[in-house]
């Protein structure tokens, strides 16, 4: 045992003793390296070819040579002044209140309001003096993407403006026409509106009504995609959602949009302004009478999902004898101002009939703003008088329109909020006008 055992440990301390020059040699060392870096070579340049064709495929994409495209825009302009604004154009009055949405005074008016409004909308030359877009042009190409809701490039065989341009008009239009008209034309109505409002209201069987209250909504196709459950609500899709007060003339008073369409009315209701004027005391009063008795807050006509508060006035669900079946179909009738107002702003701007494509939530509130204003400016442009009938055998209307509280712009006093918002909410008077407005309905319509 102790010789195999000696054996053993001379072998290992001759391996030892073994020079690694002998075993790999500096040949073997180099051969190896040779091999590994044409390997590395190898991997290298199929990455390069491959970083190479790709960048080759975006460079086609997306850059190379700018190739410019001559468009004669003295020449377009001279075109769109013959066919529209000429004193013989080659187009109808009937034609352009088809195709612009409205009568041509009313286009020839905005044009020139934002014409003062920014030098974006003048007449102006580049660097090498050449003549651009007159605002008759831009004008012209921003309302026909809201009025047909067409692509941005769809207007450059017409008027000569490029894809990026329309866009770039569209929204300095919709800006525009927020800063120079949304003051007149997106506000509350004024005492004497509110009287012509009441004086309505009380020929349709409805003293106090100061219009109807919905909300609809508006697909959001590029929504992003981390927002999408937010937004997604009934309807399956991305949408937001526009709150509208609306008269029997398709006036809208009061719009707040940008809610998500995960909400419905009650959730956009306790976010809207809708009752802010109010709160604060700067919004005018009104006293009215219903079946002998005053009351002395407005109300808006809803559907069934609103609160039983002061301010809103809903239908009867299952009415079981005449007096309620007769109110039901009065109140449903008129209620469909504001669903009027939603069908007639989808059909003179189909930008809003379609999903939206634009990818900010600011872009897309600022054509939903801009249509508004632009509806009412048409339907107070176009308005006609509402004939109020004359019954020698009706009470006559017994309403008066009195001034706010607090002068606007004081500071609210808490307590004063707090008593406001319990007149509004107040459910025992919801209850007694409704049923004074059946007794008033009946007394009214009954006999017919």
């Not at 008027?159 to 341009?165: D, F, K, V």
């Not at 959001?220 to 995609?225: D, G, I, T």
């Not at 309403?399 to 607090?406: A, G, K, M, R």
């Amino acid at each position: 045992m102790s010789q195999s055992g000696g054996s053993s440990s001379d072998d290992f301390d001759a391996a030892d003793d073994v020079d690694p020059a002998i075993v790999y040699t500096l040949e073997d060392f180099l051969a190896e390296q040779e091999f590994l870096d044409s390997i590395g070579r190898k991997i290298a340049g199929k990455l390069k070819a491959k970083l190479e064709e790709r960048s080759a495929e975006s460079s086609r994409r997306r850059s190379g040579p700018r190739r410019h495209i001559p468009r004669d825009h003295a020449a377009a302009h001279q075109k769109l002044v013959a066919n529209y604004f000429c004193e013989k154009p080659l187009y109808t009055p009937e034609m352009f209140r088809r195709r612009f949405r409205m009568g041509k005074p009313l286009f020839l008016r905005i044009v020139d309001a934002l014409n003062n409004w920014s030098p974006y909308f003048t007449n102006r030359v580049d660097a090498i003096n050449r003549e651009g877009l007159s605002p008759l042009q831009k004008c012209t190409a921003a309302m026909r993407m809201l009025a047909y809701g067409t692509s941005a490039d769809q207007l450059d065989e017409v008027l000569y403006l490029g894809a990026s341009i329309s866009l770039d008009c569209l929204s300095a239009f919709a800006q525009g026409i927020i800063e120079v008209f949304g003051g007149e034309y997106l506000r509350p109505p004024k005492p004497e509106e509110i009287h012509r409002l009441m004086q309505i209201g009380h020929a349709r069987g409805f003293p106090g009504m100061l219009g109807s209250i919905d909300c609809m909504h508006w697909q959001w196709k590029n929504c992003p995609m981390e927002w999408r459950g937010q937004f997604t609500g009934i309807h399956g899709v991305p949408t937001m959602i526009l709150e509208a007060v609306a008269s029997y003339d398709l006036r809208i008073w009061h719009a707040y949009f940008g809610v998500a369409g995960s909400n419905n009315d009650i959730n956009v209701l306790n976010r809207s302004t809708l009752f802010i004027s109010t709160l604060k005391g700067e919004a005018p009063r009104v006293q009215y009478n219903v079946n002998g008795r005053q009351y002395d807050t407005g109300y808006y006509l809803a559907d069934g999902i609103y609160p039983e508060w002061a301010t809103f006035v809903k239908s009867i669900p299952l009415p079981q004898n005449d007096k309620a079946k007769l109110f039901a179909k009065h109140q449903e009738g008129a209620r469909k101002d504001v669903e009027r107002a939603f069908a007639a702003l989808h059909s003179r701007f189909s930008i809003v009939n379609r999903p939206a494509k634009f990818w900010k939530r600011a872009a897309i509130g600022s054509i939903m703003q801009a249509c508004v204003i632009l509806h009412n400016m048409i339907v107070e442009d176009e308005r006609k008088p509402f004939n109020t009938p004359l019954d020698l055998n009706r009470n006559p209307e017994i309403s008066s329109v009195l001034p706010p509280e607090v002068v606007q712009g004081a500071h609210p006093v808490f307590e004063d909020v707090m008593r406001r918002s319990a007149t509004i909410r107040d459910r025992e008077t919801h209850t007694q006008l409704k049923s004074d407005l059946v007794e008033n309905i009946w007394d009214c319509f009954g006999k017919e």
